[in-house]
């Protein structure tokens, strides 16, 4: 069935790297893509969106890319920080739809 | 300020017992949601309303129950044909057919 994933579960980076996290998506109806962070024992909190006319879209030290072509989307975070520390959603919404798929999330640990 | 709350935090229910679960938002936002987070897990459906006085099944609704009576609140029960309710919970808001969702900071249900 349709779905959207995560290539890898945790990510291990050393404060100051950038970081890169990757959600596939199989669904080629998706029109619109958002990525969540979720801190522990806290609800998930809107980072970025960007929608399928676009491929790339820039916040603050985020950047998301979208590659249609291969129904992928990566969260680009520029020097991360110990607070980057969390969970990562990427959720997927098809046209006609308000229901957004969510991904199974990436833990991205922050060392100092 | 505007914002989505879930309480209590932690919620603790013996087996056989029914639980219900709050949701409260003050954000004029139309449509409420409600999710479950397993460890490792994605998020997955419970109900949505789109409307006071009317919601619709998800993709895991059996053991729950929900009702609408106020646009602000969207309660959650979790009933005793539930089969493994402990689970974090997740409420959440957008407006009508919106794909912001604002998220409550989840109630943590154990089954003792």
């Known amino acids: 069935g349709e779905s959207v994933g995560l290539h890898l579960p945790t990510l291990s980076v050393q404060e100051g790297d950038n970081s890169i996290i990757n959600c596939a998506y199989s669904n080629s109806a998706s029109d619109y893509f958002i990525w969540y962070k979720q801190e522990s024992g806290k609800g998930p909190q809107f980072i970025i969106d960007?929608?399928?006319?676009?491929d790339k879209r820039q916040g603050q030290r985020v950047t998301v890319l979208l590659n249609k072509t291969v129904k992928h989307l990566s969260l680009q975070i520029a020097a991360t920080q110990p607070g980057d520390s969390a969970v990562y959603f990427c959720?997927?919404?098809?046209?006609?739809?308000?229901?957004?798929?969510f991904g199974r999330g990436t833990s991205l640990i922050v060392h100092p | 300020d505007g914002g989505i709350t879930q309480s209590p935090k932690y919620l603790f229910r013996k087996e056989g017992q029914n639980v219900t679960l709050s949701c409260e938002q003050n954000l004029n936002h139309d449509a409420m949601y409600w999710y479950r987070q397993d460890p490792g897990q994605g998020l997955r459906l419970i109900y949505y309303?789109?409307?006071?006085?009317?919601?619709q099944k998800g993709d895991i609704a059996e053991g729950y129950s929900v009702s609408r009576e106020k646009k602000e609140s969207f309660p959650l029960t979790v009933t005793s044909a539930q089969k493994n309710p402990t689970a974090f919970y997740l409420c959440?808001?957008?407006?009508?057919?919106?794909?912001?969702?604002?998220f409550g900071s989840g109630t943590r249900l154990t089954v003792v």
């Open positions: 309303s789109q409307i006071v006085n009317d919601f």
């Open positions: 959720a997927e919404k098809a046209g006609g739809s308000y229901i957004p798929t």
């Open positions: 959440a808001s957008s407006i009508y057919e919106g794909v912001y969702y604002t």
């Open positions: 960007i929608r399928s006319n676009m």
